[in-house]
């Protein structure tokens, strides 16, 4: 017992725990939660070739082991106290310095060379065995370091950091734990390739068990009665309850929901009549196997409601056990979240038992998630079932551990991480086991977010899980890939089924299955029985979102603003929707000017973000479903990407820039998405049509019938030139909606007259733009495909980002901080903005474009006295280390600005109104 696992105190040489003890708590909660979640142990024993009980029993000995790298001096000397109080003599001191995960691979490595493995080790193999030990020395997230290469490297490179003395008390718990956890003989041969795909699993469990088991909540650090005890009798009396009690506690383990009967049972706010997309959902067949859903249907049309009526019949099929609901934005997270509080608890007889997480960055200054912990706060013990999902104080410490939840609402990031090379990914992985997996907004990715998406659905199907993905509409081909990339996965989840190289199965070309059906609206099934046909059933259209657009095509800004005033003047609420925040900005100065500030709000991502939070509430309340003709008269709301992606809003005019076709139509989603009458006021489902005047949506762009130059596009706006880089889809779409659309019915038509071969021919003078675009697309795929994980390739590798560097989507953007300069010193922006209980650091943060600081190495304000101020902050708030942060001095007119030091040094300007903004670079003097 004298060498230490976990310690506190330096100075209290009781505040420590035995080593010995501490892998005991680890292995126990792995043993739990396994015990809990049988099929995840019926999953690893098929991908082994093993039966059950013998997979137990080599998961917990495999747990049991995790840190026997800690028996190093290396490590041992990181608390020196504890090693001259507890050993007499004192270990010797080492001059090697390594993690104690990458000894642990050392020592086994060292075991295996020289023949030293314990008899309760079947024979198979040093490779195989180092398959299955690396996600256990992995436990902080990431694979141990490759083994130097050669014969007797091992012991040469472990003598540097492991004393002979350290290496017999190491030795001898290693076969303690082969005696005590494998009483029984294993089978003389274990499946490799299976091993290699269970070990990313296996690794999630090992973060888990490791992390329940290292919390001193449960497990506090040994007094003299536990120290008393035997390692048999401290497995028996503590390690097994309380880690029972802790996995409960944590609550990391599903509770079966009620019976499903129908969708008007389980969303009761359903009762007057289901759309067609969740009448599609409610009566198709769900056989007993995983499966792929893929809903095509416009906007508004109650996609949600129909992806959680199919999630709760899987779910109900006994194919998962929960959910997790992944959205292109935060903005958008959180209306989820405030969805599924409402109507998920409902499923469950004991709502409390479940729990519910909200996923993404800033979910802690998310006023949704804070009601529902303030809900949660206000309930009073003893007085009956709660009626709300619960968060466990250990779910809510982190993002990584949000997806453990049995339901979980977030952006999508937060379940791709599970695919990509990062610090915990193993432990997302294991999160989305048994989810089914609900992703938004599919066509609004770009392809680098899409490849990966792609390798995450792969991931998610060679487990066994289902998902269901939601779009307005997509490309044929895209809608195939998805099908495809599924149906892969499935083939690694089936026994004998698992793919090799180049897609071929023992030696023969697996066909994936396609898609063909150009119907719409499209509810698309894929399961592995179905082998290369998928299912494609076309269902109506719902009678609200069939209607007859006029478009109207301008090419020059008066244009624009003449129709704009009419609309104004009229009371009606409009919306412009911009590509970029620059060309906002400009349109918003413009009609500010002519209308008042007061009756224009500027809506984009370049805002602190306590202010985008106020700004998005304040367009919810003046453009969303329950919003009255009182809020909404003669508003006017300019904004760009930020307003299209899945707000619930609706606007009685529209204006948008031209943009690539499948964007457009997710914008018209937002004019007269809900039924008002000619006032503005909501009508309830059933009442009479649209009562707003007819009326035609803007299309803002450059001439469409002349003959394009090189710079068509770019003479119109250069920054959206930059994102919507491929010119020739963008001449496609301005020529495809021409002036009158008939919707639903053609959404697939005019996608597929852009995106599809048969489209339009580009222009020779489009045709450069489009190349290089198509490169960069190319050249994004590549880029994910290097980042994402190989499940062929087994739990290994040295090639891993231990700060999340590697990210779910690509750009350029950095976040910063905001300051304000005061009489006293520095104070972050937010302070009086926002609640007393709330992070005013996090609600100050604000992304900006990377290439604005191209040319700043060292991002330092330009002012001498503001540098100091900063340089102070940061010693004094550890948060903004090493964070960008950028000191505001009031201009007036409540504008605040910085300038950073560079060649030339950069202006910026901020504004709670228009948000942050770029001056033209200045010259130092």
Request: charged letters at 25%.
């Given at each position: 017992?004298?060498?230490?696992?976990?310690?506190?105190?330096?100075?209290?040489?009781?505040?420590?725990?035995?080593?010995?003890f501490?892998c005991?708590?680890?292995?126990?909660?792995?043993?739990?939660?396994?015990?809990?979640?049988?099929?995840?142990?019926?999953?690893?024993?098929?991908?082994?070739?093993?039966?059950?009980?013998?997979?137990?029993?080599?998961?917990?000995f495999?747990?049991?082991?995790?840190?026997?790298?800690?028996?190093?001096?290396?490590?041992?000397?990181?608390?020196?106290?504890?090693?001259?109080?507890?050993?007499d003599?004192?270990?010797?001191r080492?001059?090697?310095?390594?993690?104690?995960?990458?000894?642990?691979?050392?020592?086994?490595?060292?075991l295996?060379?020289?023949?030293?493995?314990?008899?309760?080790?079947p024979?198979w193999?040093?490779?195989?065995?180092?398959?299955?030990l690396?996600?256990?020395?992995?436990?902080?997230?990431?694979?141990?370091?490759?083994?130097?290469?050669?014969?007797?490297?091992?012991?040469?490179?472990?003598r540097?950091?492991?004393?002979?003395?350290?290496?017999?008390?190491?030795?001898?718990?290693?076969?303690?734990?082969?005696?005590?956890?494998?009483?029984?003989?294993?089978?003389?041969?274990?499946?490799?390739?299976?091993?290699?795909?269970?070990?990313?699993?296996?690794?999630?469990?090992?973060?888990?068990?490791?992390?329940?088991?290292?919390?001193?909540?449960?497990?506090?650090?040994?007094?003299?009665?536990?120290?008393?005890?035997?390692?048999?009798?401290?497995?028996?009396?503590?390690?097994?309850?309380?880690?029972?009690?802790?996995?409960?506690?944590?609550?990391?383990?599903?509770?079966?929901?009620?019976?499903?009967?129908?969708?008007?049972?389980?969303?009761?706010?359903?009762?007057?009549?289901?759309?067609?997309?969740?009448?599609?959902?409610?009566?198709?067949?769900?056989p007993?196997?995983?499966?792929?859903?893929?809903?095509?249907?416009?906007?508004?049309?109650?996609?949600?409601?129909?992806?959680?009526?199919?999630?709760?019949?899987?779910?109900?099929?006994?194919?998962?056990?929960?959910?997790?609901?992944?959205?292109?934005?935060?903005?958008?997270?959180?209306?989820?979240?405030?969805?599924?509080?409402?109507?998920?608890?409902?499923?469950?007889?004991d709502?409390?038992?479940?729990?519910?997480?909200?996923?993404?960055?800033?979910?802690?200054?998310?006023?949704?998630?804070?009601?529902?912990?303030?809900?949660?706060?206000?309930?009073?013990?003893?007085?009956?079932?709660?009626?709300?999902?619960?968060?466990?104080?250990?779910?809510?410490?982190?993002?990584?551990?949000?997806?453990l939840?049995?339901?979980?609402?977030?952006?999508?990031?937060?379940?791709?991480?599970?695919?990509?090379?990062?610090?915990?990914?193993?432990?997302?992985?294991?999160?989305?086991?048994?989810?089914?997996?609900?992703?938004?907004?599919?066509?609004?990715?770009?392809?680098?977010?899409?490849?990966?998406?792609?390798?995450t659905?792969?991931?998610?199907?060679?487990?066994g899980?289902s998902?269901?993905?939601?779009?307005?509409?997509?490309?044929?081909?895209?809608?195939?890939?998805?099908?495809?990339?599924?149906?892969?996965?499935?083939?690694?989840?089936?026994?004998?089924?698992?793919?090799?190289?180049?897609?071929?199965?023992?030696?023969?070309l697996?066909?994936?299955?396609?898609?063909?059906?150009?119907?719409?609206?499209?509810?698309?099934?894929?399961?592995?029985s179905?082998?290369?046909?998928?299912?494609?059933?076309a269902?109506?259209?719902?009678?609200?979102?069939?209607?007859?657009?006029?478009?109207?095509?301008?090419?020059t800004?008066?244009?624009?603003?003449?129709?704009?005033?009419?609309?104004?003047?009229?009371g009606?609420?409009?919306?412009?929707?911009?590509n970029?925040?620059?060309?906002?900005?400009?349109?918003?100065?413009?009609?500010?000017?002519?209308?008042?500030?007061?009756?224009?709000?500027?809506?984009?991502?370049?805002f602190?973000?306590?202010?985008?939070?106020?700004?998005?509430?304040?367009?919810?309340a003046?453009?969303?479903?329950d919003?009255?003709?009182?809020?909404?008269?003669?508003?006017?709301?300019?904004?760009?990407?930020?307003?299209?992606?899945?707000?619930?809003?609706?606007?009685?005019?529209?204006?948008?820039?031209?943009?690539?076709?499948?964007?457009?139509?997710?914008?018209?989603?937002?004019?007269?998405?809900?039924?008002?009458?000619?006032?503005?006021?909501l009508?309830?489902?059933?009442?009479?049509?649209?009562?707003?005047?007819?009326?035609?949506?803007?299309?803002?762009?450059p001439?469409?019938?002349?003959?394009?130059?090189?710079?068509?596009?770019?003479?119109?706006?250069?920054?959206?030139?930059?994102?919507?880089?491929?010119?020739?889809?963008?001449?496609?779409?301005?020529?495809?909606?021409g002036?009158?659309?008939?919707?639903?019915?053609?959404?697939?038509?005019l996608?597929?007259?852009?995106?599809?071969?048969?489209?339009?021919?580009?222009?020779?003078?489009?045709?450069?733009?489009?190349?290089?675009?198509?490169?960069?697309?190319?050249?994004?795929?590549?880029?994910?495909?290097?980042?994402?994980?190989?499940?062929?390739?087994?739990?290994?590798?040295?090639d891993?980002?231990s700060?999340?560097?590697?990210?779910?989507?690509?750009?350029d953007?950095?976040?910063?901080?905001?300051?304000?300069?005061?009489?006293?010193?520095?104070?972050?922006?937010?302070?009086?903005?926002?609640?007393?209980?709330e992070?005013?650091?996090?609600?100050?943060?604000?992304?900006?474009?990377?290439?604005?600081?191209?040319?700043?190495?060292?991002?330092?304000?330009?002012?001498?006295r503001?540098?100091?101020?900063?340089?102070?902050?940061?010693?004094?708030?550890?948060?903004?280390?090493?964070?960008?942060?950028?000191?505001?001095?009031?201009?007036?007119?409540?504008?605040?600005?910085?300038?950073?030091?560079?060649?030339?040094?950069?202006?910026?300007?901020?504004?709670?109104?228009?948000?942050?903004?770029?001056?033209?670079?200045?010259?130092?003097?």
């Amino acid at each position: 017992m004298a060498y230490w696992g976990k310690a506190g105190r330096r100075d209290d040489l009781t505040s420590h725990h035995p080593l010995v003890f501490h892998c005991l708590d680890v292995a126990a909660c792995g043993q739990a939660y396994l015990d809990r979640r049988p099929e995840l142990l019926g999953q690893l024993a098929r991908w082994l070739g093993l039966d059950e009980a013998p997979t137990r029993q080599l998961l917990v000995f495999l747990l049991a082991v995790h840190d026997i790298g800690k028996f190093a001096e290396s490590f041992q000397y990181k608390v020196p106290e504890l090693v001259e109080h507890a050993f007499d003599p004192p270990l010797p001191r080492l001059p090697g310095d390594m993690r104690h995960d990458a000894i642990g691979a050392l020592f086994f490595a060292w075991l295996a060379e020289e023949r030293r493995l314990p008899a309760p080790l079947p024979d198979w193999g040093p490779d195989l065995w180092n398959v299955l030990l690396a996600p256990a020395f992995g436990h902080h997230g990431m694979p141990p370091p490759a083994l130097p290469p050669g014969a007797g490297m091992a012991l040469a490179s472990l003598r540097e950091v492991m004393s002979p003395r350290s290496r017999e008390a190491a030795e001898g718990f290693f076969a303690w734990c082969a005696r005590m956890f494998l009483p029984g003989p294993l089978p003389a041969s274990c499946d490799g390739e299976g091993a290699a795909l269970a070990s990313w699993w296996i690794a999630g469990l090992a973060v888990l068990a490791d992390w329940i088991g290292s919390n001193t909540t449960w497990f506090g650090y040994a007094g003299p009665d536990l120290r008393a005890l035997s390692p048999e009798e401290y497995w028996e009396r503590h390690a097994l309850p309380t880690a029972c009690r802790a996995v409960e506690e944590a609550g990391v383990v599903s509770v079966r929901p009620r019976p499903y009967h129908t969708a008007e049972v389980l969303l009761p706010r359903l009762a007057e009549g289901l759309r067609p997309a969740q009448a599609a959902a409610a009566a198709i067949d769900i056989p007993p196997e995983p499966q792929l859903f893929v809903l095509e249907d416009a906007t508004g049309s109650g996609k949600t409601e129909a992806a959680l009526i199919l999630a709760a019949r899987l779910i109900d099929a006994g194919l998962a056990d929960g959910l997790f609901f992944g959205l292109p934005t935060q903005a958008t997270a959180d209306q989820m979240f405030e969805r599924v509080t409402r109507d998920v608890p409902a499923w469950f007889d004991d709502p409390s038992r479940a729990t519910l997480v909200l996923a993404h960055g800033m979910r802690d200054q998310s006023h949704a998630f804070l009601r529902h912990l303030a809900q949660l706060d206000d309930e009073v013990p003893g007085e009956g079932r709660s009626a709300t999902l619960r968060l466990t104080e250990w779910l809510a410490q982190g993002n990584k551990r949000a997806l453990l939840a049995q339901i979980g609402v977030g952006t999508l990031d937060q379940a791709l991480l599970a695919a990509l090379r990062v610090r915990h990914q193993s432990l997302r992985l294991l999160g989305l086991f048994r989810k089914v997996l609900v992703v938004d907004e599919v066509h609004s990715y770009d392809p680098y977010m899409t490849q990966v998406l792609l390798r995450t659905l792969e991931l998610h199907a060679a487990s066994g899980g289902s998902a269901i993905l939601l779009s307005a509409t997509l490309p044929l081909a895209l809608r195939s890939r998805l099908l495809a990339t599924y149906s892969a996965g499935i083939r690694r989840w089936q026994p004998g089924g698992r793919a090799t190289g180049g897609g071929r199965r023992r030696g023969t070309l697996v066909q994936a299955p396609q898609a063909q059906s150009l119907e719409y609206p499209l509810l698309t099934r894929w399961s592995g029985s179905f082998g290369t046909c998928a299912q494609e059933q076309a269902f109506p259209s719902a009678g609200h979102s069939r209607r007859a657009m006029d478009v109207e095509y301008l090419t020059t800004e008066d244009q624009v603003l003449d129709r704009i005033a009419a609309w104004h003047a009229a009371g009606e609420a409009v919306v412009w929707v911009r590509n970029t925040v620059g060309d906002a900005c400009a349109a918003w100065s413009a009609l500010a000017e002519h209308f008042g500030a007061d009756a224009c709000t500027l809506f984009h991502a370049r805002f602190a973000a306590v202010d985008r939070r106020r700004i998005q509430e304040e367009v919810l309340a003046t453009l969303g479903r329950d919003s009255d003709a009182a809020r909404r008269r003669g508003r006017i709301i300019v904004t760009t990407q930020v307003f299209q992606e899945s707000l619930d809003a609706d606007a009685d005019r529209m204006v948008t820039d031209l943009c690539p076709v499948d964007v457009m139509l997710q914008r018209f989603g937002r004019y007269r998405r809900h039924l008002r009458d000619a006032r503005g006021n909501l009508l309830r489902d059933g009442q009479a049509g649209d009562g707003r005047q007819p009326g035609p949506v803007v299309v803002f762009g450059p001439d469409r019938e002349a003959e394009p130059a090189g710079d068509w596009y770019a003479r119109f706006s250069r920054g959206a030139a930059h994102v919507y880089a491929a010119h020739g889809c963008v001449y496609r779409s301005a020529r495809a909606i021409g002036c009158h659309i008939e919707l639903p019915g053609q959404f697939r038509t005019l996608v597929e007259e852009v995106y599809g071969e048969d489209g339009e021919p580009i222009p020779d003078a489009l045709q450069t733009a489009e190349d290089r675009e198509l490169g960069k697309v190319i050249a994004q795929g590549a880029q994910a495909g290097q980042n994402a994980i190989s499940l062929s390739g087994g739990y290994c590798g040295a090639d891993w980002d231990s700060d999340e560097r590697i990210g779910t989507r690509l750009g350029d953007s950095i976040e910063a901080v905001l300051v304000r300069a005061t009489g006293h010193g520095l104070e972050p922006w937010a302070a009086g903005r926002c609640g007393q209980d709330e992070d005013v650091w996090a609600l100050s943060s604000i992304r900006l474009p990377g290439h604005w600081m191209a040319r700043i190495e060292e991002p330092a304000c330009l002012d001498v006295r503001l540098a100091a101020l900063v340089a102070d902050l940061r010693e004094r708030v550890p948060a903004l280390r090493y964070r960008l942060v950028l000191p505001l001095v009031e201009d007036g007119n409540g504008t605040w600005s910085c300038t950073l030091a560079g060649e030339p040094p950069l202006s910026l300007s901020y504004c709670d109104r228009t948000g942050l903004r770029r001056g033209k670079r200045v010259r130092e003097t």
